[in-house]
């Protein structure tokens, strides 16, 4: 038996990256609830700052010394350790939402006469970003969709006539709420394609709905993968936050701005997303076996059209080729097209007794939502057909509850229709 063993990410949520005996022995960090560290004396402050502030490279024995919980706090710095590990990132930035992550970013990598080529449909907050504020300083945006195939997108692109401007692709797979996949390796390919030795176009993929247990952005070719640690990281429904996973030269820039635009974790933020990251893989494990029960009990009810669910994509498609691999698990978000209108989508919904009626998802609570009229309101009714997005679709996110009692009430709920 070898001595040195490669230990997995879920052994690690304990106890990675925490020194006890630099906490009185406590087996659980403390919450650092601090604005500031004392400098042992000014020489080591003056040696901090340079690092800090990028005046010199750290060097290779040199631990980054805490300063002030803007730039660093134990908390943060322990849980982006640990959080790192299911990306295989060299390093991660943990932000107090999903949001400030994807906006940091977006305003790192992209400069005034850029183009930012992105996925459609995109999570409201990200879309409305890119079109409201990246334009109003500049940034030209080109959009594409799941049903998009290589040779449309780089069509569209050469159209522009400013394809030579492209620094950053930003997809979003699964799409929400339809689960369309879209291809990471062949939007890869596209960031080589435009990428030139003066400038590198680099590829971000929101990793929210499948990550950091089922998909791997970074393993294909992905610079930087990004979360809304509010969902499945943070699980419990009960915090925001966001992260960001990549190499060093990423997160170093990326963490230089976030010191700047102050948009941090807070400390007790960071010790709760540690809680949740103990029981990641075990809650989204059982919250992904209960999703593929829900599905299969919708697939063949007389009521219910279609479901949307990766576990439910037929073999031999392209769809499939891509599921299979992109992804370890057909995760635990699905929706489905209920037979009829809106009032009989509303009918269902409000005739849940235990699934509940909230936007947001990744929680231990299973929790249902109507797109169109919900989180897609603000899509043009146009562009939401297009994409499914109709008002017989209703988005379930599943729990831990025990399934039987899910079905139970899907099916009572049903019966109200
Ligand atoms: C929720 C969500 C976000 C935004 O995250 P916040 O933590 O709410 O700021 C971004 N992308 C996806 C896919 C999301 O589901």
């Given amino acids: ?82 959080l790192k590990l299911w990306d295989k990132a060299d390093d991660c930035a943990v932000f107090e939402s999903g949001m400030a992550a994807i906006s940091t970013v977006l305003l790192e990598f992209l400069s005034p006469g850029d183009v930012l080529l992105y996925s459609s449909p995109l999570y409201g907050g990200t879309d409305h970003f890119i079109k409201d504020f990246l334009k109003k300083i500049g940034v030209h945006t080109i959009s594409f969709t799941p049903n998009d195939s290589q040779e449309d997108i780089v069509k569209r692109l050469k159209n522009s006539g400013i394809a030579n401007k492209l620094s950053m692709i930003y997809i979003e797979t699964p799409a929400n709420p339809t689960n369309a996949l879209i291809d990471i390796d062949m939007c890869k390919a596209l960031a080589d394609r435009y990428s030139t030795d003066d400038k590198k176009v680099y590829l971000a993929v929101d990793n929210t709905y499948m990550g950091p247990l ?55 933020t960071g010790w709760l997303l540690m809680r949740s990251l103990e029981t990641l893989k075990i809650r989204m494990e059982q919250q992904a076996e209960n999703a593929q029960h829900v599905a299969n009990y919708l697939k063949d009810h007389p009521k219910v059209e279609k479901v949307y669910y990766l576990g439910l994509i037929p073999e031999g498609t392209d769809e499939y080729a891509i599921y299979k691999k992109q992804y370890d698990s057909p995760g635990a978000m699905l929706s489905f097209d209920i037979k009829g209108k809106e009032k009989d989508a509303f009918a269902f919904i409000d005739g849940l007794k235990l699934i509940k009626l909230a936007v947001s998802l990744g929680g231990t609570e299973s929790l249902v939502e109507h797109p ?46």
Avoid at 235 to 261: M, P, Y
Avoid at 390 to 412: F, M
Wanted: proline share 4%; hydrophobic share 35%.
């Fill in 1 to 82: 038996m070898s001595k040195k063993r490669n230990l997995k990410p879920e052994s690690l949520m304990m106890s990675h990256g925490y020194k006890p005996e630099l906490s009185e022995g406590s087996i659980k960090s403390p919450i650092f609830q601090t604005s500031t560290f004392v400098f042992k004396n000014a020489q080591e402050g003056k040696a901090f700052f340079e690092v800090a502030y990028g005046l010199r490279e750290k060097e290779s024995s040199e631990e980054v010394g805490l300063i002030y919980s803007r730039i660093n706090n134990p908390d943060l710095e322990i849980l982006e350790t640990r």
């Fill in 214 to 268: 089922w998909q791997h952005p970074l393993e294909h070719g992905a610079d930087i993968a990004l979360y809304s640690a509010t969902k499945y990281i943070g699980g419990h429904s009960d915090l925001i936050a966001g992260a960001c996973c990549g190499n060093q030269e990423v997160i170093s820039r990326v963490k230089v701005l976030r010191t700047f635009l102050g948009n941090m974790a807070a400390p007790h």
């Fill in 372 to 417: 169109a009229t919900m989180t897609h309101a603000g899509v043009d009714p146009a562009f939401r057909e297009e994409l499914s997005i109709t008002e017989k679709l209703i988005r379930i996110s599943v729990g831990v509850e025990n399934y039987e009692d899910l079905i139970w009430d899907i099916e009572q709920a049903l019966e109200k229709v």
